[in-house]
């Protein structure tokens, strides 16, 4: 039998729903393997570095199973989702975090939930792998980890026996993905079915909100980001806005990649897509009128960008949000 750790973090506001989750979903799935005349997959234990931990101001309590120290050898770790002070998290749950690192390297596997990857970027464990996290906390984890390979529109990422996964109730995807790796494709279904979870997603594109990266320091770079949001209708090539700052072309697009995590075209575009999308939600406008506000006259490249970056086509994004849309 494998053993599979849920971790209990200290700290108030960490979030409760991923622990309860992941628990409950693994749990069940052991019902189901169970009944195909089969010995349970999973001893499931949640641990921690407390005896209880409170949650949402002493409105529920947890109290783990057993204390990490307890536990000599896991096979999968899960990291639930932390609240948003990451370094006050972080520096509350160091035990947690050298003894995940201590884990994977005798050969457990470790997946986290949104922001529970600031806690496993922590270990340096992510160091030059790919990660996700929830979408308004990529600049924040971006200034925090430069080492790691950040992919914030990525709904789950799985390298080298480490998970990640985007933000909020997306955890319950990850879960899924997890059942199916551990048990087989049948179970994942049956407990996505019970619970309700829509099966391979693998983005969370649609539900970003696109703010622009400035949690940087490069104050150049900082002046061509506003440029751009402010001249949205301009033609202009990138050519022309590096040589507006003085920066070589070269130069200027591997600062804004470094600074952003976007070249400037890229930004460009998720800063058009942001200000169609808010129309598609609050307006009766066309796509052709949209379109043309956002500072595209092709209708082809836009619906293109429009996929790339949210993941849906127009039509179908404002179908999604705009209740009055008429699809």
């Known amino acids: 039998m494998k ?7 200290n700290g108030q506001g960490n979030n409760l729903s991923s622990i309860v989750g992941a628990y409950k979903i693994f749990t069940r799935a052991n019902e189901y393997w169970k009944r195909s005349g089969k010995k349970e997959r999973f001893s499931i234990q949640l641990a921690g570095i407390s005896k209880k931990v409170e949650f949402y101001s ?5 109290k783990p199973h057993t204390h990490i120290s ?15 002070q990451y370094k006050t998290a972080v520096k509350d749950n160091q035990l947690l975090i050298d003894w995940v690192e201590k884990q994977y390297k005798r050969g457990a596997e470790v997946a986290s939930v949104c922001t529970g990857a600031f806690m496993l970027a922590s270990s340096g464990l992510l160091n030059g792998k790919s990660c996700s996290t929830h979408w308004s906390a990529a600049d924040d984890f971006r200034a925090l980890f430069p080492e790691v390979k950040l992919q914030p529109d990525k709904l789950i990422t799985d390298e080298k026996g480490i998970y990640t996964n985007g933000g909020a109730y997306s955890f319950l995807n990850l879960i899924i993905y997890l059942i199916e790796k551990y048990y087989n494709r049948q179970i994942a279904i049956l407990c996505a079915k019970v619970f309700q979870i829509e099966m391979d997603r693998n983005s969370q594109s649609a539900f970003a909100i696109f703010t622009g990266q400035k949690l940087h320091g490069d104050e150049v770079i900082k002046k061509a980001q506003t440029f751009i949001e402010n001249r949205l209708h301009e033609k202009m090539t990138m050519e022309e806005l590096s040589s507006k700052f003085s920066v070589g072309r070269r130069n200027f697009d591997r600062r804004f990649i470094k600074a952003t995590g976007n070249t400037p075209i890229e930004y460009t ?9 808010k129309a598609f939600e609050n307006s009766s406008k066309t796509i052709n009128e949209v379109m043309y506000e956002v500072g595209y006259s ?11 970056i949210t993941g849906m086509s127009p039509i179908e994004y404002k179908g999604r949000y705009n209740k009055e849309a008429v699809v």
């Open 298 to 308: 092709d209708v082809k490249a836009f619906r293109e960008v429009f996929r790339k």
């Open 58 to 62: 002493g409105l529920f309590t947890v």
């Open 70 to 84: 307890a536990i000599a050898k896991t096979n999968l770790i899960i990291i639930p989702s932390l609240n948003h």
């Open 3 to 9: 053993h599979l750790t849920i971790l209990v973090p």
């Open 269 to 277: 575009q998720r800063v058009k897509v942001e200000l169609a999308k």
